[in-house]
């Protein structure tokens, strides 16, 4: 079982059943969706619609920050922010306990798991001669150096694609609190301000748009692209980017922190958006049954095919929220809102399970996963993926049964 946010717990009042079906008292009351292009309509590439590549502009750097706690001894995933490079920079900041950090043994491997060879060509800005300074890494022994604040930076050779870097810090008093890990051959993080208007992707609007001359929806009332900038500087995310939809409510744009391009297209799209959307493409209406409830589990590249629908027509398709009909942004869509937006349209007429209106059969669950329904459905499927990738599951091959998708006639009647 996995648990994404919080563990489902359903209360059976008339106002929960209600809110369960999105405010909609008589399903029979919904117009039925007849979409072209197959059974969930024309998913629009987003990421080829607007040029939006994973890695950015090429001298666009990425970091991924990782809180490190003490003592530490394990594999620490890197690809899903950073792009394959020559170099890495690595530093770390503070000291759990002690006056200076203490690390065992640094480690690189590939997609295979096989350890790559590797330089480390400087230490704290300095270059590696061999003489005055000496590399820190492979340790003879292990490496300790007095005050937290320290970097060093490694040399492959050539451009790697390195998935993982191990790491072990058997000293819990000097074990770094921080790493930052960059694939270029300097930390970006730091340098000037955080976020920028040259740092956006576009998600829905005319293709080719300028930020700068749009107006967005602010908290109170209409913000400037530079008034955005301001505030997400005085106040960073937590996940470090920001999505803000324009005041006529057409376009939509995503801000990232400076380094954190990867994260935030991975958040909407994933490391494949090609697969996901070729998946929902081409499924057609068909009248096949899966009768065994146990076997209505989804594969991780369906729920991801979910995803791609979220973002292709939030925007574009004007969807509103079940509690309040505000517009929706893609994050802000839960599992009340798809289930009004989406899912009734599309089962009612053949009273099905939206598991059901998939082509790939019956299947049996690796996973069962508890959920809330107020959660967004991004996170959700975030959160799956994450499950996945940490432990080296096929995207194919791993299913998993969610009530929302599978059970909704429960719900229906």
Same mark, same amino acid.
């Given at each position: 079982m996995i648990y994404s946010r919080l563990c489902c717990c359903f209360d059976n009042s008339p106002a929960q059943k209600d809110r369960r079906l999105g405010n909609i008292k008589d399903v029979t009351e919904i117009e039925e969706v007849r979409s072209p292009g197959g059974t969930f309509g024309i998913i629009d590439r987003v990421t080829e619609k607007f040029n939006i590549s994973r890695c950015g502009p090429e001298n666009e750097v990425h970091t991924k920050i990782i809180d490190v706690p003490s003592p530490f001894k394990t594999n620490v995933q890197i690809d899903d922010e950073l792009e394959p490079s020559r170099y890495l920079h690595l530093a770390f900041e503070d000291i759990h306990d002690s006056h200076y950090i203490g690390i065992n043994q640094i480690t690189f491997k590939d997609a295979k798991g096989n350890e790559i060879p590797y330089e480390n060509i400087e230490v704290d800005g300095q270059q590696v001669d061999h003489d005055e300074v000496k590399p820190a890494f492979p340790p003879n022994g292990w490496w300790a150096v007095v005050g937290g604040d320290h970097s060093l930076l490694f040399d492959f050779g050539e451009k790697m694609h390195v998935k993982e870097i191990y790491i072990w810090c058997a000293n819990s008093a000097s074990t770094p609190k921080i790493l930052k890990v960059t694939d270029s051959t300097r930390s970006n993080v730091n340098d000037g301000a955080k976020y920028d208007s040259a740092f956006?992707?576009?998600?829905?609007?005319?293709?080719?748009? &300028?930020?700068?001359?749009?107006?967005?929806?602010? &908290?109170? &009332?209409?913000?400037?692209?530079?008034?955005v900038i301001e505030s997400l500087n005085a106040n960073n995310p937590e996940n470090c980017f920001k999505s803000f939809l324009s005041y006529d409510g057409k376009s939509h744009f995503v801000f990232y922190e400076k380094g954190k391009r990867i994260s935030a297209y991975n958040y909407y799209f994933g490391v494949e958006p090609s697969l996901a959307i070729d998946l929902i493409n081409s499924v057609e209406p068909h009248d096949e049954e899966i009768e065994d409830v146990a076997l209505r589990a989804l594969s991780l590249e369906e729920l991801r095919g979910i995803r791609a629908i979220i973002v292709s027509n939030c925007v574009k398709k004007d969807w509103k929220s079940s509690k309040d009909g505000h517009k929706l942004r893609p994050e802000d869509v839960n599992l009340y809102d798809l289930n009004q937006t989406l899912i009734l349209p599309l089962t009612q007429k053949r009273n099905c399970s939206f598991r059901e209106l998939f082509t790939s059969g019956e299947s049996k669950p690796t996973y069962y996963v508890s959920h809330w329904w107020g959660e967004s459905v991004l996170d959700f499927i975030r959160c799956c993926e994450y499950h996945a990738d940490s432990h080296g599951l096929s995207p194919d091959d791993t299913k998993y049964w969610v009530c929302t998708l599978l059970l909704l006639l429960l719900f229906m009647t």
């Amino acid at each position: 079982m996995i648990y994404s946010r919080l563990c489902c717990c359903f209360d059976n009042s008339p106002a929960q059943k209600d809110r369960r079906l999105g405010n909609i008292k008589d399903v029979t009351e919904i117009e039925e969706v007849r979409s072209p292009g197959g059974t969930f309509g024309i998913i629009d590439r987003v990421t080829e619609k607007f040029n939006i590549s994973r890695c950015g502009p090429e001298n666009e750097v990425h970091t991924k920050i990782i809180d490190v706690p003490s003592p530490f001894k394990t594999n620490v995933q890197i690809d899903d922010e950073l792009e394959p490079s020559r170099y890495l920079h690595l530093a770390f900041e503070d000291i759990h306990d002690s006056h200076y950090i203490g690390i065992n043994q640094i480690t690189f491997k590939d997609a295979k798991g096989n350890e790559i060879p590797y330089e480390n060509i400087e230490v704290d800005g300095q270059q590696v001669d061999h003489d005055e300074v000496k590399p820190a890494f492979p340790p003879n022994g292990w490496w300790a150096v007095v005050g937290g604040d320290h970097s060093l930076l490694f040399d492959f050779g050539e451009k790697m694609h390195v998935k993982e870097i191990y790491i072990w810090c058997a000293n819990s008093a000097s074990t770094p609190k921080i790493l930052k890990v960059t694939d270029s051959t300097r930390s970006n993080v730091n340098d000037g301000a955080k976020y920028d208007s040259a740092f956006f992707f576009q998600l829905a609007g005319e293709t080719e748009q &300028d930020p700068n001359e749009i107006e967005f929806v602010g &908290d109170a &009332d209409k913000m400037s692209c530079e008034e955005v900038i301001e505030s997400l500087n005085a106040n960073n995310p937590e996940n470090c980017f920001k999505s803000f939809l324009s005041y006529d409510g057409k376009s939509h744009f995503v801000f990232y922190e400076k380094g954190k391009r990867i994260s935030a297209y991975n958040y909407y799209f994933g490391v494949e958006p090609s697969l996901a959307i070729d998946l929902i493409n081409s499924v057609e209406p068909h009248d096949e049954e899966i009768e065994d409830v146990a076997l209505r589990a989804l594969s991780l590249e369906e729920l991801r095919g979910i995803r791609a629908i979220i973002v292709s027509n939030c925007v574009k398709k004007d969807w509103k929220s079940s509690k309040d009909g505000h517009k929706l942004r893609p994050e802000d869509v839960n599992l009340y809102d798809l289930n009004q937006t989406l899912i009734l349209p599309l089962t009612q007429k053949r009273n099905c399970s939206f598991r059901e209106l998939f082509t790939s059969g019956e299947s049996k669950p690796t996973y069962y996963v508890s959920h809330w329904w107020g959660e967004s459905v991004l996170d959700f499927i975030r959160c799956c993926e994450y499950h996945a990738d940490s432990h080296g599951l096929s995207p194919d091959d791993t299913k998993y049964w969610v009530c929302t998708l599978l059970l909704l006639l429960l719900f229906m009647t």
